[in-house]
């Protein structure tokens, strides 16, 4: 019999682990393409643009597994009913437990990858995407710098730059800064962007400036090296703001009055907290349903379409209410009880069609048993 169920584990799990990967694909190709911004209009290159989208897989794994379960199982059984392998193994003798057990291990293993990613590597993943885009936004040399193009910054200050070469150097800069009356302009024929004692520094190489004194005669000069200190221009007090979907369970269910503060209230993030832990259920709850609506009713040779598009319909609805309920728990705290409700009742009720149908009957098997002698 242990033959029979690792045969059924890989027949069924391929076909979800190919799922699975697809749905993730497919994510990761819309997150490569709002990451693109970034690419195009804050000057960062492709392997930024790369890693944020990889930060975003942990989060797309609580949306994907579970209709990836749903949608591999789908396509097993149906295969495996169709070509009456399933009813060969219960033929065989074999228990409903028995045959159910594979099914339900594929969907233990893709629960607990879902609660791996949404209370481990999700807080990770979503923090360090944050302090990425955190840095990108408030990287001077990004904002500033765009190979020919006037650049408006902060306080008054424009800048333009001719060429930038690969290594990082600026090529042909001007810089142009006006405060309240009086006018500073610099021109240099290189620039480099340098931290000195954590502060931003735009160093000037090879140039001169001009500024008009308050007698309103045109002092220009001459230098070597410049360094024109970017410090002002940075906004020192904004830090990283985290969202609820940003931090561990135990900051979650025991926020400091700074977390509250910044992140959201109390009820949202307990809202999340149980959202993070709801989430792995619905892999059971994809199996169960996939279960019943292949083997939730009679063998058919025209396929089971009808039974199937009832299962998604079924499936997609439970999602919904279960995405509304918790939006509705940040306002509602009573409401986290059904978060865990309502996966547990939709794959009991699952549960209870599939053993039904599975379930042999009594007034048949009664009547074959008084059927026999006479027949005989």
């Known amino acids: 019999m242990r033959l029979i169920q690792g045969y059924l584990f890989r027949q069924i799990g391929l076909p979800v682990a190919a799922a699975c990967a697809a749905l993730i694909g497919i994510g990761l190709l819309s997150q490569s393409l709002d990451q693109l911004e970034i690419v195009v209009e804050r000057g960062q290159s492709l392997f930024v643009m790369l890693r944020l989208t990889l930060l975003a897989v942990p989060q797309l794994l609580a949306i994907v597994l579970p209709i990836g379960l749903f949608v591999g199982a789908l396509i097993a059984l149906t295969r495996l009913q169709r070509e009456q392998e399933l009813t060969a193994i219960f033929a065989a003798g074999m228990r409903r437990w028995s045959v159910i057990a594979p099914m339900a291990a594929i969907a233990g293993v893709v629960a607990a990858i879902a609660l791996t990613s949404t209370t481990l590597l999700q807080p990770w993943s979503q923090q360090a995407g944050r302090d990425e885009l955190f840095a990108i936004r408030t990287d001077l040399a990004a904002l500033l710098v765009q190979e020919g193009q006037f650049v408006q910054g902060p306080d008054g200050l424009t800048v333009y730059v001719q060429q930038i070469e690969q290594s990082g150097l600026l090529r042909n800069i001007f810089v142009y800064l006006q405060d309240g009356d009086k006018v500073t302009t610099w021109d240099a024929a290189e620039a480099r962007f340098e931290t000195v004692a954590d502060e931003p520094q735009l ?118 209410v279960g995405f509304g309920l918790v939006s509705a728990s940040a306002w509602n705290g009573w409401l986290n009880l059904f978060q865990y409700l309502l996966p547990l009742a939709a794959t009991a009720v699952s549960l209870r069609v599939l053993f039904r149908a599975l379930k042999p009957h009594r007034r048949a098997a009664f009547s074959l048993r008084r059927l026999g002698p006479q027949t005989a």
């Open 203 to 320: 160093t000037l190489i090879n140039g001169s400036a001009q500024e008009f004194s308050s007698n309103g005669v045109l002092n220009q000069f001459s230098f070597g090296r410049f360094p024109f200190s970017l410090a002002a221009f940075t906004d020192v007090d904004e830090t990283v703001r985290y969202k609820p979907s940003d931090l561990y369970l135990p900051t979650l269910f025991a926020p400091s009055p700074e977390v509250v503060e910044r992140s959201g209230t109390r009820g949202e993030l307990l809202a999340e907290a149980h959202a993070r832990l709801t989430s792995p259920l619905y892999a059971f709850t994809a199996m169960a349903m996939a279960m019943a609506a292949i083997l939730g009713g009679s063998f058919s040779r025209t396929g089971y379409s009808g039974r199937i598009a009832k299962a998604s319909a079924f499936f997609l609805l439970v999602r919904i």
